[in-house]
């Protein structure tokens, strides 16, 4: 179940000056609770795999069956102005959006289980569980701010002959924030390593971070 609200501003502050923004919040509430009790192809609180949100069947990993998302929130802004000066156009994209969510599961062998229960897992000497440690919803990463400027120029040639001079500053001020990578099926890949284990350091290690600044610059010619 979903809960949000939306907010849209478009104004015109004065002449050649444009604003646009708005901001977002939601909560998404999952509980599959029903699905795991008296259902004949799984154990309680077993799925399939480690995914969120769980499918539930047979398998080897122990999973959440009822979590939100806690509110969310994203905010985004976009301007332009006009300079009366030489007739300089100055744009920017401000996106303030939310981290990415931090979860850890651990893959316990028998190795990891035995000296806490006192006995091997059921199920052989290769039996392993996965174990989620984080609840889904309640650890993120600090928020991702963004911005993105361009700066343009017209130079007029004559007739209807129009020159266009562009630049364009992404990421203006160099954000490293770990962002998923994209995807054509589905949700994107996660943009942190969430697999847990003492004995290794890349737990919360990013996969992917947001793109370095850099500076494009490009002409447009109108006749």
Avoid: H
Avoid at 122 to 141: D, E, H, Q
Wanted: with cysteine; net charge positive; charged share 15%.
């Amino acid at each position: 179940m979903f809960d949000g609200i939306d907010v849209a501003v478009n104004a015109r502050l004065r002449g050649d000056f444009f604003v646009t923004g708005g901001f977002a919040t939601g909560n998404i509430r999952f509980n599959m609770c029903d699905s795991f009790v008296d259902n004949p192809v799984t154990q309680f609180g077993i799925a399939t795999s480690a995914a969120i949100p769980p499918t539930v069947g047979n398998g080897t990993s122990f999973a959440y069956c009822k979590w939100d998302t806690s509110w969310l929130t994203q905010a985004k802004l976009t301007g332009s102005y006009t300079l009366p000066w030489q007739d300089i156009q100055i744009g920017g994209v401000l996106q303030n959006l939310p981290g990415q969510q931090i979860l850890a599961t651990w893959n316990i062998v028998q190795a990891d289980a035995t000296p806490s229960l006192g006995r091997p897992l059921s199920g052989g000497a290769n039996t392993s569980r996965t174990v989620p440690l984080i609840k889904p919803g309640t650890m993120y990463t600090p928020r991702r701010t963004q911005v993105d400027l361009r700066f343009g120029k017209t130079v007029r040639m004559g007739g209807s002959k129009r020159l266009q001079l562009m630049a364009d500053v992404y990421n203006a001020f160099n954000s490293n924030a770990a962002v998923g990578a994209t995807s054509n099926a589905g949700e994107p890949p996660a943009a942190i390593n969430t697999t847990y284990s003492p004995t290794n350091t890349t737990w919360l290690k990013p996969l992917n971070i947001l793109q370095a600044r850099y500076v494009k610059f490009g002409a447009q010619f109108n006749f």
